[in-house]
């Protein structure tokens, strides 16, 4: 036995060892983490498999526990192999495993496995129909992919006409993400047949889905109306749609902007029997023909078909063509000739006179735009004057190739060239492009979109008397660097139907401008010495080349220590430049931010030098808003507000309570129990912190209006603090129905009492019949006894069409209650009191004239303060039987802790219902 006991020693020490295995699964799939040993395993082993600090599977004692979702081959493990495998891979369960083999109580092997979850992506394209020459979006899907990115490409009959984006994606609910991937292009003929594809590319696999498009050619629609005999008959009209695709398309009438209907095919007669009309149209070719055209109608149990004729010979009468004889004829043709000469010579001699007189013209220069900048419209123009320039035609170039519009109005078009030279090459291939093309008043181009020009013409504008025309010529264009670069404008002028070429103007060269991108300046540490910090700015996209840099600290120039902008730096594929300048400085003076450094960046193209201005490696807070957390004994209220991206990590947070009234004359009282998490450094100069606030929620409840709480955040690199607003939203108690009180004159008055609530409640009254009008109502706000605020809302109303009872033998007095106490406390019985005590005085308003009735009641509409306006709703119906509908009340309560809004309603009983007089 002592034998035995040293020979297991010696084996788990020539055993012990330690090893790391990354295994790659896709979902759902089996997975074996591998862990084995290749010498003689002893019995009493104790061997584990752990998680996360959590133990998934053991075996001690020859007695093993393997937790759900695993499998252990125990019978393996004397044999050396303690392997274990995941049945069921997924998101959940990947990340390190780690195998850990024990004899009496001693390390003697550990292995890591790393299982990560590879799952490539399924790509699909969402088919649809296209438009022809209309901008058009297709959408290929790559759904299923673990981990992201993915590369997302477009190719067309193999070539790549879109470079791969990278797509991240939004993750589903089984942890893969799914991205979709956009191609905006305008689709041409030539793309009807060609083969695109979307290759997708992944950690896992590569996939690329081919397709064709489906482009719909829109028609060109001709509706024609066959000329009546009189118009008293029905009009027929008939529309042909030519060169359209595919065949499957319906027409609709419209009239006025209204569909008409469809006439149906077969119309039934008064004796059971049906009629219908068939209309088919004979081509210019088969009515040459001539011949009998029959009408053949088969129907259920005819041996025969019933057939209706009509001869094409007999249709048109054809008068006998007059008979001449040879010599008539050739009087008659010598006679034709011999006018046409005389007529032809006269008039050439005296046109060829006048046309010397008035083909003289003077041009002048062509004018160019003071500034020519990439992006914005310019202008070159010339001025024609004579007394015939409403016949002058003109043609630009640009160089030696002739110009066309390319101006958009209301039509889109693809795959053009702004010049029509073939070899140039500034349009996109295919008909493809990833943006809309320009218009005269849309927005205008940018950088590498399609070249635009418009050709403009004013006039003929007249002098005085029978003098000389002007003609204004000029065309409008976009510059680009690549196209107009050293370039320049010519234009030759003609006239109509001549080719010859009258005068011709060349512009002189023009200097493009295209002010620069400037960055924000960069800090990093010099490779050699950590002490040392480098300032760094770009400049880019700039044209021509000649940039300056001059940097500033506190008032004084520095001198930079690199700049490429001296050293005439090239142009891009596009021909603009890029520069960069560098400045360096003690790090010890950026480190806490207390040192300014600025620079500022001069350039032709720029009315006012570019400045971008630093305080060292000094960070601005980003800080989001309150959240309110759950707190378990619900007696405490515990508010959270996160605080990111800052440096230096000097930070102070406050927490004030917010009292009382508005914006202006609001009171902040401190607030005690705030605490604050961190910070912690995140990045390299880069800190977060998490502030906390704990507080008695009873304190809360009783919220006031405009009040809340505050989360106050100061940093250094702020110039004042930041503050997030967070408020105590209480629902408010809302009675169970709407209280109503009717007066003698049928004026029905209807309240509602809600009691506290935070922040106010939102009602709006409605009344009517099957549909309902908003009502004018009145909203007094008191405290009660209970200390909780109450908010009483009144409306009244009456019917435009009472009915007699209701009515009286007097009008109501105006459109007002005059009476406070109607708002105040609407179930009160003193409203009949009150009318009946005004009754008298509108006794004698009535024996008055109808103006001074309007006036007085006007009157009192002013002086009344606590007025009540009075609604009016109208239920009569324009029926035969001048029916009245019920009368409805609803009112619609709105607050921010109720999901949705709340309703009361009222609904006028049968026993009131009356007919109108």
């Known amino acids: ?108 092997h550990t292995c890591e496995v790393t299982l990560s979850i590879i799952a490539p992506p399924t790509v699909s394209i969402l088919p649809k129909w296209l438009v022809l020459e209309t901008r058009s979006q297709l959408e290929c899907q790559a759904e299923g992919f673990y981990p992201p990115p993915v590369f997302l490409s477009w190719t067309r009959d193999g070539q790549e006409i879109h470079s791969a984006d990278q797509l991240d994606g939004e993750q589903g609910a089984d942890g893969l993400y799914k991205a979709v991937g956009n191609l905006t292009f305008y689709p041409s003929r030539t793309d009807q047949n060609a083969t695109f594809g979307c290759k997708v590319s992944h950690k896992g696999d590569n996939q690329e889905q081919q397709f064709q498009l489906n482009i719909t050619y829109p028609p060109s629609v001709t509706l024609t109306v066959v000329p009546p005999s009189s118009d008293k008959i029905p009009l027929t009209l008939y529309c042909d749609l030519e060169s359209f695709y595919p065949a499957s398309a319906s027409v609709s009438w419209l009239q006025n902007g209204s569909a008409l209907p469809e006439l149906p095919n077969t119309e039934q007669n008064p004796d059971g029997t049906f009629k219908t009309r068939r209309y088919y149209t004979l081509t210019p070719e088969q009515r040459a023909l001539g011949g009998k055209v029959e009408c053949a109608v088969n129907q259920p149990g005819a041996v025969e078909p019933v057939r209706g004729s009509v001869d094409l010979d007999s249709l048109d009468s054809k008068d006998e063509p ?44 062509i004018i160019l735009p003071p500034r020519i900048t990439v992006g914005q419209k310019g202008r070159v123009s010339l ?107 010519k234009c030759q002028v003609s006239y109509m139907g001549k080719d010859k070429v009258v005068v011709e103007r060349v512009s002189e060269k023009f200097t493009i401008l295209s002010p620069p991108e400037v960055s924000e300046i960069q800090l990093a540490e010099t490779t050699n010495d950590p002490d040392v910090i480098n300032l760094t700015v770009r400049a880019s996209n700039f044209h021509p080349d000649v940039i300056t840099f001059r940097w500033f600290c506190q008032g004084g120039e520095l001198s930079p220590v690199a700049s490429q902008a001296s050293s005439s730096p090239r142009p891009n594929s596009e021909g603009f430049f890029s520069a960069f300048s560098q400045c360096k400085l003690p790090r010890s003076e950026l480190e806490r931010g207390g040192t300014k450094v600025w620079v500022s960046v001069h350039h032709i193209a720029l009315k006012q030098p570019v400045t971008r201005e630093t305080r060292g490696f000094i960070k601005r807070p980003c800080v989001s808003e309150i959240v309110d957390l759950m707190c378990p004994s619900g007696k405490s209220l515990t508010l959270g507000c996160e605080i990111t991206d800052f440096y230096p990590p000097g930070i102070s947070v406050t927490w004030l309570k917010l009292r009382g009234g508005e914006q202006d004359d609001r009171e902040e009282e401190p ?127 009456e019917r435009a069409t009472r009915p007699p009872s209701h009515m009286g033998n007097r009008r109501t007095n105006g459109h007002a209650i005059k009476t406070k106490a109607a708002v105040t406390d609407p179930d009160t019985r003193g409203i009949a009191y009150i009318d009946e005590k005004e009754e008298e005085e509108e006794d004698d308003t009535d024996r008055d004239t109808n103006s001074e009735s309007d006036k007085d009641s006007d009157d009192d509409r002013e002086k009344g303060s606590g007025a009540l306006h009075i609604n009016k709703v109208d239920l009569t119906r324009a029926s035969r039987e001048a029916e009245q509908a019920r009368l409805r009340v609803c009112v619609e309560i709105s607050h921010p802790a109720l999901k949705l809004p709340v309703y009361r309603s009222w609904e006028e009983p049968n026993e009131e219902m009356l007919p109108s007089p």
């Open 1 to 108: 036995m002592p034998t035995k006991v040293l020979v297991h020693a010696v084996l788990l020490t020539l055993i012990k060892s330690v090893s790391a295995v990354e295994i790659q699964a896709r979902p759902n799939a089996t997975a074996a983490l591998p862990c084995n040993l290749t010498s003689p395993v002893p019995d009493d082993l104790d061997v584990s498999w752990s998680s996360n600090g959590s133990v998934i599977a053991s075996f001690a004692k020859a007695a093993a526990n393997v937790t759900e979702g695993f499998s252990w081959n125990t019978s393996a493990i004397f044999n050396g192999d303690f392997s274990l495998t995941v049945l069921e891979t997924d998101i959940s369960r990947q990340g390190v495993y780690e195998c850990v083999v024990r004899y009496n109580a001693t390390l003697q």
């Open 322 to 365: 007059p008979v001449l004889t040879k010599s008539a004829k050739a009087s008659v043709a010598m006679m034709c000739i011999s006018l046409v000469l005389v007529f032809l010579l006269c008039f050439g001699f005296s046109w060829r006179r006048r046309d010397e007189k008035q083909k003289s013209l003077n041009v002048s220069g």
């Open 383 to 489: 001025s024609i004057e004579g007394r015939r320039v409403d016949r002058v035609q003109t043609l630009w170039f640009l160089n030696d190739t002739p110009i066309s519009d390319t101006s958009i109005s209301g039509t889109s078009h693809a795959n053009f060239n702004c010049l029509y030279n073939r070899l140039t090459t500034i349009h996109l291939p295919f008909g493809l492009t990833l943006t809309s093309t320009a218009s005269e008043k849309g927005p205008l181009l940018s950088r590498g979109e399609m070249c635009y020009y418009k050709l403009h013409t004013h006039g003929p504008l007249h002098s005085s008397g029978t003098g000389p025309q002007q003609l204004i010529a000029s065309l409008t264009f976009i510059p680009q660097i690549s196209i107009h670069k050293g370039a320049v404008f």
């Open 671 to 797: 607030i005690e129990g705030g605490d604050m998490w961190g910070p912690i450094e995140t990045h390299s100069r880069l800190f977060r912190s998490t502030a906390f606030l704990t507080t008695k929620k009873t304190n809360l409840d009783k919220g006031e209006r405009g009040g809340g709480i505050i989360c106050r955040v100061d940093h250094c690199s702020l110039h004042e603090p930041i503050e997030r607003h967070w408020r105590n939203v209480v629902s408010p108690s809302i009675p169970p129905s709407i209280t109503v009180c009717w007066s003698s004159e049928g004026v029905g008055v209807f309240s509602l009492l809600l009691k506290g609530g935070h922040p106010k409640v939102k009602l709006l009254w409605t009344a009517g019949g099957q549909t309902l009008t908003p009502l004018i109502s009145s909203e007094t706000e008191e405290i009660g006894d209970d200390g909780q605020r109450e908010l009483k809302s009144v409306c009244a109303l």
